[in-house]
C-alpha cells in the first residue's frame, strides 16, 4: 500500500509562497492521477487541484486558479504543489492523494499527516 508523506507547509504572510511536496512509497506511483486537498478548521476537506499521471494535464479549484500550480515528477514518487499570492482563506491543513479521493466510493491511498499552511494577514 502506498505511504504518503506531505511535507513543505508553515507560516506565511498574505502575498507569500510556500512549496508543498508529497513523497509516496510503498507502491505503484506513477500511474494514479494524483490531487491536492485540504482542510480548515471546521470545513470539509476540499479539492484544490489534480494533475493526470503524466503531469500532462492540470485542474484547479476556482479559489487557486492562477496562483497555484501542481506538478510531479514520478522518478522521485512526489506530487507538488507551488503556492503564491498565499491569502489567509488559504490557512489549512494539505493533504495529497488519489485523484478523486474525497468523492464517496473513490479509490484512495491512505491519507498522510497533511502539512500545516497558516496565512497571516
Known amino acids: 500500500q502506498v505511504q504518503l508523506v506531505e511535507s513543505g507547509g508553515g507560516l506565511v504572510q498574505a502575498g507569500g509562497s510556500l512549496r508543498l511536496s508529497c513523497v509516496a512509497s510503498g507502491g505503484t506511483f506513477g500511474s494514479y492521477a494524483m490531487g491536492w486537498f485540504r482542510q480548515a478548521p471546521g470545513k470539509e476537506r476540499e479539492v484544490v487541484a489534480g494533475?493526470?499521471?503524466?503531469?500532462?494535464?492540470?485542474y484547479y479549484a476556482d479559489a487557486v486558479k492562477g496562483r497555484f500550480t501542481i506538478s510531479r515528477n514520478n522518478a522521485k514518487n512526489t506530487v507538488y504543489l507551488q503556492m503564491a499570492s498565499l491569502k489567509p482563506e488559504d490557512t489549512a491543513v494539505y493533504y495529497c492523494?488519489?485523484?478523486?479521493?474525497?468523492?464517496?466510493?473513490?479509490?484512495?491511498?491512505?491519507w498522510g499527516q497533511g502539512t500545516q499552511v497558516t496565512v497571516s494577514s
Open positions: 494533475i493526470n499521471w503524466s503531469g500532462g494535464s492540470t
Open positions: 492523494n488519489r485523484d478523486g479521493a474525497i468523492r464517496s466510493g473513490s479509490s484512495r491511498f491512505n
